[in-house]
């Protein structure tokens, strides 16, 4: 990409959410023209509240955001993960409220509006549940050729699930929605747990934010305090998984993919311990993963470098960048 793209991001902001929130605004890969809110670390709503925040602490009110589905197609939201992300859903984090509403229509509305103005160009980044994104395939049915690309962080292919013993949490809380999005006719970018689960940010690199001079990494490291307890049981130790960030990133082709073949994905949405299950046919493994012929899905099963200087990195420039800015416009004219 050598210039920016227009992307939109479809998220539940919780606190790796407000990572890869931070990450897009951060890289010059990507034009962030708009957001939607789900329901999923926390109520839709409340996650369009946490996005204003965050967009006003990091001095770019001027994005639209949408709030989107409350419920799944099926059944009803269940509350979100405060033993993940917190009660707030940004880790017990307080943030200067943003004076901004969000704007009229759903999620899925604003979403087939950009699709159009960006024909062909427009790039969506799905980090929560899929149910706007279902929504906006029926509201638009040419929304995969408007789309450029697609590319959620959701599923397992060969990792255990982290909800249930198979299925990821962004697929489960919406299987419905998930096997109406996989089936459309447009390429896909699969970001499961296989390399969501082996990508780490540590707390030296927790500690590296909280000394930042930028109100934006400081509010981050706070926030990973909390989601880094969580996963203490998991990992045995505190750090945290990077899921969205990840799929931001390799969205914006920012890090370099190792194994990602193209290969056919399904969804379980039957009633059993299987559901939510994104049924990926790796039986190419034996051989290399070659892509299969008609495969639209591309599986991310591993990336060729280290993730958490990248993410960083790509922060810390930005914010200097703009230090610098603000003091070259500040200083005395010769």
Known sequence: ?????????????????ALALAYLLATPRAELVGIGTVSGNISAAGGARNTLDLLKLAGHPDIPVAVGAHDPQVG??????????GDNGIGGVDLEPSDREPVEGT??????????????ELRVVAIGPLTNIAEALRLEPNLPALVAELTIMGGAALAPGNITPVAEANI????EAAA????????????PLDVTMTNVLEESHRQELLASDHAVSQALGE????????YVDI?????????????????????????????RVQVDTTGGPGRGQTVCDLRGQYVGFPDQRGARCRVVLS???????????????????????MRTSASPGL
Not at 172 to 175: E, G, L, T, V
Not at 244 to 263: F, H, N, Q, T
Request: aromatic fraction near 10%; hydrophobic fraction near 50%; charged fraction near 20%.
């Open 1 to 17: 990409m050598n210039q920016p793209a227009p992307f939109f991001l479809d998220c539940d902001t919780g606190i790796d959410d």
């Open 76 to 85: 009803t939201f269940h509350g979100g993960a405060p033993h993940v992300h």
């Open 107 to 120: 999620a899925a509305e604003l979403l087939v509006e950009l699709a159009r103005k960006h024909a062909g």
């Open 172 to 175: 489960a809380n919406d299987p």
């Open 180 to 191: 109406e999005v996989l089936a459309a006719d447009w390429d896909v970018t699969l970001v």
């Open 223 to 230: 926030m990973l305090g909390y989601y880094f307890g969580f």
């Open 235 to 263: 990992f045995g130790r505190a750090c945290s998984a990077m899921h969205d960030p990840l799929a931001a990133a390799i969205a914006v082709r920012g890090v370099e993919l190792a194994v990602a073949p193209k290969v």
């Open 303 to 325: 990336i060729g470098e280290e993730f958490a200087p990248h993410l960083l990195g790509t922060m810390q420039a930005a914010w200097l960048s703009e230090d610098e800015v």
